[in-house]
Structure formats: structure tokens, C-alpha cells
T-cell receptor
Framework: DTEVTQTPKHLVMGMTNKKSLKCEQH?????MYWYKQKAKKPPELMFV???????INESVPSRFSPECPNSSLLNLHLHALQPEDSALYLC???????????????FGEGSWLTVV | EDKVVQSPLSLVVHEGDTVTLNCSYE??????LLWYKQEKKAPTFLFML??SGIEKKSGRLSSILDKKELFSILNITATQTGDSAIYLC???????????????WGLGTSLAVNP
């Protein structure tokens, strides 16, 4: 089973709303990621969690707040977003890589976010 | 600066044709090369390549990595309309210290297979 599940699949929110995107995996992966993808562009890394601790923040604005409550779950809390934040938000997971290794990163189906 | 370059950027073929998609990379701390297929949703994993010269196959798709020349190719034989998608290549690198890994993406090849 190589499944990463994201909810909701579609979200429309106003600029003053607070909402959350959720991600779950049961592959025993201890690295989890949030990516943002705009149309006709490759995914852009936002955050990486390793063993439930934030290890990479790619200078993401504070209106995006990640949370990793346990090894299977990853949330992205959204507050005071701008219309330009509208995009496909992708969650991904992998084994934690060590040494010279590199592990496959599996993506969820994404949450389409529209900010109005 | 780390970069991954894919070619061609777009391709239109007829069903039954064979296509070759190219991916070259110049990155530091290379770990592996990944290919994904993306339709109107999230990228679907195809292959991960770590060693040079070992072909990976899955049905009509195959891929190989040349670590000396820093490129990879993805072949699709006997193409079908369902192969129409964007094919993304990404280099997995060690990022910052420790066990962090990051994907450096190419812009993708948009493949259209016409009946």
C-alpha cells in the first residue's frame, strides 16, 4: 500500500477564514512533506518533517502553519491567506534517508485550494 | 545552482509510437533520480534510479540512469492515449545537514498521444 490520503480534495476559503488541510499515511514513513504546486509548474517544497519534528521550512509565510501530531498525520493550518495562495497543495511521505541513500517520495492526490 | 532540465518540453505522437523523454541534471549531493507521471492531480511515482546502467522496467515504460553523463531517459513503447500526461523528472539531493532530502524538479515534458 503506497497511499497518502489528503482531505479535503477541494477547499474554497475567504481571506479572513481559518482552515486546515489534512494528510495521513500508514506506510510507516517518518518523513512527511508539504508542497505547493501552481498550474504548469513543478511542485515547490514548503515544509519537511522528520520523526515528527520540523526539519525544513523553505521560508514559507507564517500564514501557513504546519503541524505533525503523530507519525501518521500531517496538517497544514491556513489563516489570512491571499488569492495568490490558490494552488494545489500536495502532501508526500517517504522513509527517512540516511547516509548516501535516497528513498522514494510518494504523493497524495492533493488539495485544490481557492482563496477568494 | 542545482538544476534539472527536461526535453522536449512537449511532444505530440500517435498511438503506437515509441517516445524517449530526456532528463539531465546538475546538482550537488545527488542521491537518486525519480520519474513521476502527472495528470490532472498529484504526481504518480514511476521509477527511482540510483545506479548507473541498470534499466528499470514497468510494462511499456522503462528508464535508465547515466551517472557519469548526468542524465536519465524514460522510454514509453506502444504509446496509448492514457499515457497522455506531464512526465516530471526530479533529482533527490541531500539538503542542509543530516538526513534531509529535497527534490529538484525539471519543468516536465507534456506528452499528448493522439488516437
Amino acid at each position: 500500500d503506497t497511499e497518502v490520503t489528503q482531505t479535503p480534495k477541494h477547499l474554497v476559503m475567504g481571506m479572513t477564514n481559518k482552515k486546515s488541510l489534512k494528510c495521513e499515511q500508514h506506510m510507516g514513513h517518518r518523513a512527511m512533506y508539504w508542497y505547493k504546486q501552481k498550474a504548469k509548474k513543478p511542485p515547490e517544497l514548503m515544509f519537511v518533517y522528520s520523526y515528527e519534528k520540523l526539519s525544513i521550512n523553505e521560508s514559507v509565510p507564517s500564514r501557513f502553519s504546519p503541524e505533525c501530531p503523530n507519525s501518521s498525520l500531517l496538517n497544514l493550518h491556513l489563516h489570512a491567506l491571499q488569492p495568490e495562495d490558490s494552488a494545489l497543495y500536495l502532501c508526500a511521505s517517504s522513509q527517512v534517508s540516511t547516509g548516501n541513500s535516497g528513498n522514494t517520495i510518494y504523493f497524495g492526490e492533493g488539495s485544490w485550494l481557492t482563496v477568494v | 545552482e542545482d538544476k534539472v532540465v527536461q526535453s522536449p518540453l512537449s511532444l505530440v505522437v500517435h498511438e503506437g509510437d515509441t517516445v524517449t523523454l530526456n532528463c539531465s541534471y546538475e546538482v550537488t549531493n545527488f542521491r537518486s533520480l525519480l520519474w513521476y507521471k502527472q495528470e490532472k492531480k498529484a504526481p504518480t511515482f514511476l521509477f527511482m534510479l540510483t545506479s548507473s546502467g541498470i534499466e528499470k522496467k514497468s510494462g511499456r515504460l522503462s528508464s535508465i540512469l547515466d551517472k557519469k553523463e548526468l542524465f536519465s531517459i524514460l522510454n514509453i513503447t506502444a504509446t496509448q492515449t492514457g499515457d497522455s500526461a506531464i512526465y516530471l523528472c526530479a533529482a533527490l539531493i541531500r539538503y542542509n545537514a543530516g538526513n534531509n532530502r529535497k527534490l529538484i524538479w525539471g519543468l516536465g515534458t507534456s506528452l499528448a498521444v493522439n488516437p
